[in-house]
């Protein structure tokens, strides 16, 4: 029994050698497994993460050449419809649409010239305006043509498309001056990515739904020059083209005084430039949009904290871009309800009196209330910029002695 005693302790022993020494290995190559995969994930991450990189570069590159490409497609399609309406029954008397979309095509390809050497991005925003206006009068033209089928009056789409038309003529003529004012070589890139995508333009629409009311009512007034001008879509648009005029009036001023520019040419401002007139805000999203384009206008493009127009003209006359500000921070792109109890009721106090201000309301609810905030306070940005336009015009030119 003692030696069998001996072996089987024998036996436990060298097994229990050979379990430690298979457990010790077994532990080494667990070890350096991990090991391995974490260098692999070491390196792979890396080869990751530039993949995607790549994609993205790749992204960036082709989707705005796609995006463009696209856009000329369509407008070029857009082109060719009006065409064929013109020359069918019974849109022969509308051959005079012919020769105005060739003069248009022609401004595009002026504005794409022009543009060249912009990223190509916003070359897609520089000929939206008149991508929008043509595909517009297409539409419009299908529209009458089915009307006319019925046996109801197309007067109103007819003067509709005689609108859209004199708008796409106006603001490609100011864009095409755009260079001329601006340094565009110098053209600074926004760091604000969540508006890269392409604007809303929607004034065609609504001004055709105004026109169709109107023409509900009195057909006659069509042919009244004042009833169209009177129209809530004409007056905003020729007061958005009266700002967007005055914001290179005012670099000019500066320039002729050697003085710096108050207006920074970036992409948003050129953005902006070209959005502001098309957009009316029907919606609180379009008239986040619109205020977009007047913080990127006013007040990123002045200097932001340091606005560069401040002391030029009474503290009073520059409260229209605090109210942009706090619309934009404080109620459409960013959280209200974000930081101190005491600093979010302030928020929301100035919020209530900036909108109770321009439309009479704490809180905008309607169409009606959108549109009303977004001319109200347009208007006001005009008289601001006028003031600040006047004031330098009021110097005396420079190096010019005064007498104490």
């Known amino acids: ?33 991990k090991s391995r995969r974490a ?55 509308l051959t005079a649409v012919s020769s105005q979309f060739a003069r248009i095509q022609s401004q595009v390809s002026q504005i794409t010239s022009v543009f060249a050497s912009l990223h190509i991005d916003l070359r897609a925003v520089v000929i939206l305006p008149s991508f929008a206006g043509t595909d517009h009068i297409r539409d419009t033209l299908r529209l009458s043509e089915l009307w006319g089928r019925g046996g109801k009056s197309a007067a109103a789409l007819a003067s509709s498309i005689a609108c859209t ?63 169209i001008d009177a129209l809530p879509s004409f007056d905003y648009t020729k007061t958005a083209q009266a700002v967007c005029g005055l914001i290179p009036l005012i670099n000019q001023q500066c320039a002729a005084r050697g003085e710096e520019e108050i207006f920074k040419p970036t992409n948003q401002l050129i953005r902006a430039l070209v959005t502001l007139p098309n957009l009316i805000a029907v919606s609180r999203d379009l008239f986040a949009q619109f205020i977009d384009s007047l913080y990127f206008m ?80 347009l208007k006001q940005i005009e008289a601001m910029l006028r003031s600040i336009s006047n004031a330098i015009n009021a110097l005396p030119p420079p190096g010019t002695a005064t007498n104490e």
Request: hydrophobic share 45%; no cysteine; aromatic share 8%.
């Open 39 to 93: 260098a692999l994930e070491a390196i792979a991450k890396p080869l990751e993460d530039h993949r995607r990189m790549i994609e993205s570069m790749n992204r960036g590159l082709f989707e705005p050449i796609e995006l463009v490409e696209a856009q000329q497609k369509a407008f070029a399609k857009s082109i060719a419809d009006i065409m064929a309406f013109a020359k069918s029954d019974p849109w022969r008397h």
């Open 298 to 377: 006013v007040y990123e493009g002045a200097g932001k904290d340091n606005l560069r127009f401040l002391g030029r003209v009474p503290e009073k006359a520059v409260e229209p871009v605090w109210a942009v500000k706090h619309f934009r921070n404080y109620d459409l792109r960013h959280d209200v309800e974000h930081g101190k109890a005491r600093d979010i009721e302030k928020k929301q106090v100035d919020l209530a009196q900036d909108y109770f201000r321009l439309i009479g309301v704490p809180v905008p609810r309607t169409r009606r209330d959108f549109r009303n905030a977004q001319l109200a306070l």
């Open 1 to 33: 029994m003692n030696e069998i005693a001996r072996l089987a302790a024998e036996i436990s022993k060298r097994y229990e050698a050979e379990r430690f020494a298979i457990s010790e290995a077994a532990r080494v190559l667990l070890d350096y497994d």
């Open 165 to 227: 038309e004199q708008h796409v003529a106006a603001q490609d003529e100011e864009i095409l001056q755009y260079p001329a004012v601006f340094n565009l070589d110098a053209l600074e890139e926004s760091e604000d990515a969540e508006l890269a995508v392409l604007p809303t333009l929607n004034l065609y629409h609504v001004q055709r739904t105004e026109l169709v009311l109107v023409a509900r009512k009195s057909p006659d007034a069509l042919e009244d020059p004042a009833t």
